[in-house]
């Protein structure tokens, strides 16, 4: 596609519940990122994709969360077991290689009540 | 200590102002220098890359100071739609680029 992809564009959902969110990179971008900004906050790295390399989870805050990038294109985080402190926008980028610029989705903005 | 730091601001300028941004990094290995622009509620985008040799479009110059680790984002003649978040990114050897937290620019008439 022209952009980077994500849905959904919002999601409320109850604590305790699961969420799972996705994103579809540039085509032909083999870097993907994760990043999530809370109200007023920066932005918080989560996780990076970079080919059919091993992701650097690093960014993660627990256990709860997970993501996966199947065939080097399409990803998926996911949060188990939501808590209100997870509530966020949650931002994906892809970029051509390690040493270019990063190109956004419009975010997921998620509502944990 | 955080790896990218930038002044929270908000500058308050008026048109036509002439306005700089700086912004220091920790990781002295990072390799790749840009300067994205946030609007209220919107995704980041990319305003300009810095390169070492410093690079100017239109209004706008960004340069790198790799030996004092800081980069800067100078703006000219501002207009009111200049107004925004303006992000410094830094990637470094772990090729994750590492977001400052930003400087607000409110430009008014």
């Known amino acids: 596609g022209a952009g980077v992809s994500q849905s959904p564009s919002n999601k409320v959902t109850e604590k305790g519940k699961d969420v799972e969110l996705r994103c579809d990179p540039i085509s032909g971008h083999t870097a993907l990122y994760w990043y999530r900004q809370s109200l007023g906050q920066g932005l918080e790295f989560l996780i990076y994709?970079?080919?059919?390399?091993?992701?650097?989870k690093s960014g993660l805050p627990s256990d709860r969360f997970s993501a996966e990038r199947t065939g080097g294109s399409v990803s998926t985080l996911t949060i188990q077991r939501t808590q209100q402190e997870d509530s966020a926008v949650y931002l994906c980028a892809s970029s051509l290689g390690v040493l270019d610029g990063y190109t956004f989705g419009s975010g997921t903005r998620l509502t944990v009540v | 200590r955080k790896e990218v730091e930038q002044d929270p601001g908000p500058f308050n300028v008026p048109e036509g102002a002439t306005v700089a941004f700086n912004c220091t990094y920790s990781n002295s290995a990072s390799q790749s220098f840009f300067w994205y622009r946030q609007d209220c509620r919107k995704e980041p985008k990319l305003l300009m890359s810095v390169y070492s040799s410093g690079n100017e479009d239109g209004r706008f110059t960004a340069q790198l100071n790799r030996a004092s680790q800081y980069i800067s984002l100078l703006i000219r003649d501002s207009k009111l739609s200049d107004s925004a978040t303006y992000l410094c990114?830094?990637?470094?050897?772990?090729?994750?680029?590492?977001f400052g937290r930003g400087t607000s620019l409110i430009v008014h008439p």
């Open positions: 990114v830094a990637s470094g050897g772990s090729y994750i680029p590492t």
């Open positions: 994709f970079q080919g059919n390399s091993a992701p650097d």
